[in-house]
């Protein structure tokens, strides 16, 4: 293998305390040596080793590539008309979803692959270089498993997620629906799929709705993860920690019983700033999460509903400025938080044996990702240690 000296680093982001400083693992005029797929070293470039190609970076700054640990991509369509008209006064609702249902199923295969690719080539061109993405667009057991087929075929990080909402063809017998999901649909999904998600919220599935669907793809080998009180107060969050879930996702209204159960146990709150952006909804309260030492990731929720953004600088601005998250907190939580989400070790750090995906900046500092929201500040992108933007 090929050994790559990418030097004159103005700052380097690893996520490595022992290699800089604080939880960013900071260190300045840096240099990073990939050896093939991975890292080989980080550390002062006056320090770095001899390495058969060099790269100069100019002065600018390197992060680990963003990990976006929650997006739906496998849908047809879009829903620019009832954005507009939420935009225009009206609430966001649940029940939306239906509409990209239709799309989707109406959707050939390679139509359904071609989005995957586009999306994630966008989102690959905004330093994103880990992606999970989710069904839940099809809530039939031929249209999920292809869903889940498709996804497989652009990341490893699959969910599954035909509890999206009750399936319209099951609008009157919800218990029908999740003995389904369950079932027979589980049995079609588990062998495409890493992980198993629920909509646990008003308008979708109960608590014990909930913990039936996620017990069952446990049972199956699937980890778990929650879409867990997005619109209004409920169990979600509670659920995550109870099953020891990766990741409970969106935790906008939180009790402090919620908030203590985040901080005494492994689950990951996961906050999506472009749900709240696209919904005028309320802003999770991320301070008062980190403040008590819940491990918070942000990622995009991109999808045509109610985020329809795949764009981490993006977000990562949005939690800076409206969720009160300092730019090294948000900068971690796009990186680090996100690799946490999908209990993923090897991603989201410049650390010696990680993947050595990486994002060069056209700034100094990653501090003007939040600075100088919405110029496009990636220069290049790296990916398993090959440059592919």
């Known amino acids: 293998m090929t050994t790559t000296l990418i030097t ?12 800089g400083k604080g939880p960013l693992g900071l260190i300045e005029d840096a240099a990073l040596v990939l ?3 991975t890292v080989a070293w980080a550390g002062p470039a006056a320090q770095a080793p001899a390495a058969d190609e060099a790269v100069d970076a100019q002065g600018r700054a390197v992060i680990p590539g963003f990990v976006d640990s929650h997006s739906h991509l496998v849908f047809a369509g879009d829903r620019t008309a009832e954005f507009n008209a939420r935009m225009s006064g009206q609430p966001y609702k649940a029940g939306g979803i239906r509409t990209t249902v239709a799309a989707t199923r109406a959707a050939t295969d390679a139509e359904l692959s071609a989005n995957v690719a586009r999306y994630m080539w966008e989102a690959l061109r905004q330093g994103t270089t880990t992606f999970e ?6 809530l039939t057991v031929e249209d999920e498993a292809r869903a889940l087929r498709i996804a497989a075929e ?17 609008s009157d017998d919800p218990a029908g629906y999740v003995k389904l999901v369950t079932g027979e649909m589980l049995d079609a999904c588990a062998p495409y799929a890493r992980w198993v998600d629920v909509f646990c919220e008003k308008g979708a599935f109960d608590g014990d709705q909930a913990r039936a669907i996620l017990k069952a793809g446990m049972a199956k080998g699937l980890q778990a993860r929650v879409h867990a009180n997005q619109l209004s107060y409920g169990p979600g969050v509670q659920l995550a920690v109870e099953l ?21 146990g492994n689950t990951v709150a996961t906050l999506l700033p472009g749900a709240e952006f696209s919904t005028r909804a309320e802003w999770p309260d991320a301070r008062r999460l980190i403040d008590v030492g819940v491990t918070v990731a942000l990622s995009t929720d991109c999808n045509p509903g109610s985020s329809f953004t795949s764009s981490m600088p993006f977000c990562i601005a949005l939690a800076v400025r409206d969720m009160l998250m300092t730019p090294d907190e948000a900068v971690w939580s796009a990186t680090a938080g996100g690799a946490a989400a999908l209990r993923r070790t090897d991603v989201g750090r410049l650390g010696v044996g990680a993947r050595a995906d990486l994002v060069v900046l056209d700034a ?17 992108v790296w990916r398993k240690g090959a440059r592919t933007v």
């Not at 004159?8 to 290699?19: A, E």
């Not at 993405?133 to 099809?138: A, L, N, P």
């Not at 100094?364 to 290049?380: F, W």
């Open 364 to 380: 100094p500092s990653h501090v003007h990702l939040a600075y100088r929201p919405g110029v496009p500040l990636v220069a290049e």
């Open 8 to 19: 004159n680093i103005g700052s380097l982001v690893t996520n490595d305390p022992t290699l």
């Open 133 to 138: 993405t989710k069904s839940g667009y099809g």
């Open 244 to 264: 020891d879930a990766a990741s409970a996702d969106h935790c906008t209204h939180l009790t402090s019983a919620d908030i203590d159960a985040l901080a005494q």
């Open 35 to 37: 050896d093939g797929e």
């Open 154 to 170: 652009h990341t490893d990080e699959v969910t599954y997620l035909g509890a999206h909402i009750v399936s319209p063809d099951y």
